[in-house]
């Protein structure tokens, strides 16, 4: 399923592409090459711990998506609801599906408990940093937390996957934050803000959909390599 996963991860990079250059996204040799890169390691470690099961469907759908949403998140600051949204949708309908062949409708809740949990504590996060966090992190954590509670046994363990995850993301932005305001600091600019104003040069703002999606990544990937 490595191999699998890595070149099924390939195509759907590239096909990611024209969807990436759609969002204002520098059409760049670098990236050609980096977004299926990215695409193709993480749904081939996906398979490899995973194996051959249905489950990897739909964490090959999520990372996918993820792919898109943090290339674009690093160059523009914003998480499309156009990548978002459809991505809910899909993993609704696999983890459904999936669901009812299995005859364990049971994980359909545990999914949605997971993002409702993980939504409900973002859009708190949000209202509390008084904007500082954006409504589009808050709308990313759902897909996110679908998949962290789709892989959890039972209740109890989706939630705690959600709480992890988010747990993770958070350390994982402060490093980020840290790391960029002191390149800002030093008058390096490595994620220039589009929106930045021009009387800050350097501004406190930086991309925070990387981090959450490299924490539920590694949430979901650790539950399988720990079975």
């Keep these: 399923m490595v191999i699998a996963g890595a070149a099924i991860g390939t195509v759907a990079g590239r096909l990611l592409l024209p969807l990436v250059w759609s969002f ?6 670098s990236l050609r090459a980096i977004v299926p890169l990215f695409a193709a390691i993480a749904m081939g470690t996906a398979g490899g711990l995973m194996g051959t099961t249905w489950d990897v469907v739909p964490v090959w759908a999520l990372f996918i998506a993820l792919v898109a949403v943090t290339t674009v998140d690093l160059f523009h600051y914003r998480i499309p609801n156009a990548i978002v949204f459809p991505a809910v949708l899909v993993l609704l309908a696999l983890m459904t599906l999936i669901s009812l062949l299995r005859h364990e409708p049971g994980a359909i809740g545990q999914a949605a408990a ?8 973002m859009a708190i996060l949000h209202s509390a940093s008084m904007g500082s966090l954006g409504w589009g992190d808050v709308k990313l954590s759902l ?13 109890g363990q989706s939630l705690l996957a959600a709480l992890l995850a988010l747990g993770l993301a958070s350390v994982l932005g402060a490093i980020m934050g840290l790391f960029v305001w ?4 030093l008058g390096i600019e490595l994620l220039p ?3 930045a104003d021009p ?6 703002v930086f991309p925070f959909a990387p981090s ?6 590694a949430v979901v990937l650790a539950a399988y390599a720990v079975d």
Excluded: Q
């Design 199 to 204: 009387d800050n040069p350097r501004p406190t």
């Design 143 to 155: 897909p996110l937390g679908l998949v962290l509670g789709w892989v959890g046994a039972g209740y």
């Design 182 to 185: 002191g390149i800002r600091a």
């Design 114 to 121: 997971a993002a409702g949990l993980y939504g409900a504590i």
């Design 212 to 217: 959450m999606a490299v924490a539920a990544a």
């Design 24 to 29: 204002g996204v520098r059409n760049s040799r």
């Design 193 to 195: 803000d589009p929106m």
